[in-house]
């Protein structure tokens, strides 16, 4: 089965094709035949956040593009005419940029093969997803294809159980597959929008065990780096101070609050951290080595914090595989202490983790997300589907 797989929830525009056959975690593999990313960041580091509107014009702007882009790389990309039906222009009516490229794009190429289009529809900024369902639409209204509604998060888990092998030389479209794991999975989801423990006993059954009460730990990473004049995203940026500040010796005089460590639940909460990072700054501007140890803390604080949290529920759970995911699974110091910890309390668990470029926001995850939907004929209506913002696993 060829699908397609559109990711527009933040700030990437994202488009994948992949081919993908057998069942979850028994005879699954599939090949990415094209697949294509554009990252706002940079336009949106102005602001220090992504901004909603903007990334929805830019979504509209460049998804065509893209498309283009990862269909040419999967050899799909035919010259000829899809006739496009008139409800499109109702479907898209609120994009008259994408409306115009995508009659643009129908004028000059046919219909690709491609059996299903998996889009994301939540969580994230809805005005950003919108753009993304509706071009979906218009695509399976001139295609004939159906559509399948993705969660974003279900994405970001399958991620790590794919095996990605980093000693083979990776050719285009060289055959992947699962890593061989066992339940119960625990899922550590840590992203720009999200912090969350997610226990699965089997696979697409979620349930949430912990949460964040306020920030997610990505938005932490960016507003601290915010406050120490580091562009967004602050994520990598922390990360590469507090490197800096681990390999000079360079450590705090003082001590960042681990918020809920100790608390007898599975919740979050960064927003005190983010304060306490605030107040020191506020009462003396630090220099750049004060940076770098502020960075070390705060990074300190929050893998603490991480572990912490996900080593007593793999405990009270007896979780058999963990699962990092989401952008700040990039991260490679928390990757770290999570592994040391799993190994040190000898658990039994084995950890599995993204490679670093399929951590963050991609189409591929929600194409393979979106397979196993296909697979169960688990499609999505068209007219009535909508974006969900605040979506939840489950
Ligand atoms: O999953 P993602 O790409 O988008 C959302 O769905 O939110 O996650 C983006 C977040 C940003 O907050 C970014 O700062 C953070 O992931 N991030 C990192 C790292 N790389 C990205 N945080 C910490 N360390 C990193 N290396
Ligand atoms: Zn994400």
Same mark, same amino acid.
């Given at each position: 089965?060829?699908? &397609?797989?559109?990711?527009?929830?933040?700030?990437?525009?994202?488009v994948c094709v992949i081919e993908a056959e057998g069942n979850f975690n028994a005879d699954f593999s599939f090949r990415v035949l094209g697949n294509s990313l554009l990252s706002q960041a940079s336009i949106h580091a102005q602001y220090g956040g992504v901004f909603p509107n903007l990334a929805k014009r830019e979504h509209a702007k460049n998804l065509v593009p893209i498309l283009e882009k990862a269909l040419n790389e999967?050899?799909?990309?035919?010259?000829?005419?899809?006739?496009?039906? %008139?409800?499109?222009?109702?479907? +898209?009516?609120?994009?008259?940029? &994408?409306?115009a490229r995508i009659g643009e794009y129908f004028a000059k190429y046919g219909k690709p093969k491609?059996?299903?289009? @998996?889009?994301?529809?939540?969580?994230?900024?809805? =005005?950003? +997803?919108?753009?993304?369902?509706?071009? %979906?639409?218009?695509?399976?209204?001139?295609w004939s294809v159906p559509i399948v509604a993705v969660n974003h998060m279900e994405g970001h888990v399958i991620m790590p159980l794919v095996r990605h092998d980093d000693?083979?030389?990776?050719? %285009?479209?060289?055959?992947?597959?699962?890593q061989k794991f066992k339940f119960p999975l625990l899922s550590l989801l840590i992203s720009g929008g999200h912090t969350e423990l997610v226990l699965s006993r089997?696979?697409?059954?979620?349930?949430? &065990?912990?949460?964040?009460r306020d920030d997610a730990v990505g938005e932490a990473f960016d507003k601290v780096a915010r406050l120490l004049g580091?562009?967004?995203?602050?994520? =990598?940026?922390?990360?590469?101070? @507090?490197?800096?500040a681990r390999s000079s010796k360079l450590e705090a005089n003082f001590n960042l609050p681990r918020p809920m460590l100790n608390d007898d639940n599975l919740d979050f909460s960064f927003a005190g951290l983010k304060t306490a990072v605030r107040r020191i700054v506020e009462k003396n501007p630090p220099s750049q080595?004060?940076?770098?140890?502020?960075?070390?803390?705060?990074?300190?604080?929050?893998?603490e914090v991480l572990v912490g949290k996900t080593m007593r529920a793999v405990a009270e759970r007896g979780a058999r595989t963990v699962i990092v995911g989401g952008g700040v699974s990039a991260n490679t110091y928390i990757r770290l202490r999570l592994a040391e910890a799993l190994e040190k309390e000898g658990s039994g668990a084995t950890l599995l983790v993204p490679p670093p470029e399929l951590a963050t926001d991609n189409a591929l995850m929600i194409a393979l997300a979106g397979y196993f939907h296909a697979l169960k004929s688990d499609?999505?209506?068209?007219?009535?589907?909508?974006?969900?913002?605040?979506?939840r696993l489950g």
């Amino acid at each position: 089965m060829r699908i &397609l797989g559109i990711e527009t929830s933040c700030d990437e525009t994202a488009v994948c094709v992949i081919e993908a056959e057998g069942n979850f975690n028994a005879d699954f593999s599939f090949r990415v035949l094209g697949n294509s990313l554009l990252s706002q960041a940079s336009i949106h580091a102005q602001y220090g956040g992504v901004f909603p509107n903007l990334a929805k014009r830019e979504h509209a702007k460049n998804l065509v593009p893209i498309l283009e882009k990862a269909l040419n790389e999967s050899e799909m990309l035919h010259q000829g005419q899809t006739k496009a039906p %008139a409800e499109i222009g109702g479907m +898209l009516s609120r994009e008259p940029e &994408l409306s115009a490229r995508i009659g643009e794009y129908f004028a000059k190429y046919g219909k690709p093969k491609i059996d299903c289009i @998996a889009v994301t529809v939540g969580p994230g900024l809805e =005005p950003a +997803l919108w753009v993304g369902i509706n071009f %979906a639409r218009a695509l399976s209204k001139a295609w004939s294809v159906p559509i399948v509604a993705v969660n974003h998060m279900e994405g970001h888990v399958i991620m790590p159980l794919v095996r990605h092998d980093d000693s083979e030389q990776k050719t %285009a479209n060289r055959k992947q597959e699962m890593q061989k794991f066992k339940f119960p999975l625990l899922s550590l989801l840590i992203s720009g929008g999200h912090t969350e423990l997610v226990l699965s006993r089997e696979w697409r059954k979620y349930e949430i &065990l912990g949460e964040t009460r306020d920030d997610a730990v990505g938005e932490a990473f960016d507003k601290v780096a915010r406050l120490l004049g580091l562009p967004y995203p602050g994520g =990598p940026e922390i990360s590469r101070l @507090a490197l800096e500040a681990r390999s000079s010796k360079l450590e705090a005089n003082f001590n960042l609050p681990r918020p809920m460590l100790n608390d007898d639940n599975l919740d979050f909460s960064f927003a005190g951290l983010k304060t306490a990072v605030r107040r020191i700054v506020e009462k003396n501007p630090p220099s750049q080595d004060e940076k770098l140890k502020i960075a070390r803390e705060f990074e300190d604080a929050v893998a603490e914090v991480l572990v912490g949290k996900t080593m007593r529920a793999v405990a009270e759970r007896g979780a058999r595989t963990v699962i990092v995911g989401g952008g700040v699974s990039a991260n490679t110091y928390i990757r770290l202490r999570l592994a040391e910890a799993l190994e040190k309390e000898g658990s039994g668990a084995t950890l599995l983790v993204p490679p670093p470029e399929l951590a963050t926001d991609n189409a591929l995850m929600i194409a393979l997300a979106g397979y196993f939907h296909a697979l169960k004929s688990d499609y999505a209506d068209s007219a009535t589907m909508r974006a969900n913002g605040n979506l939840r696993l489950g």
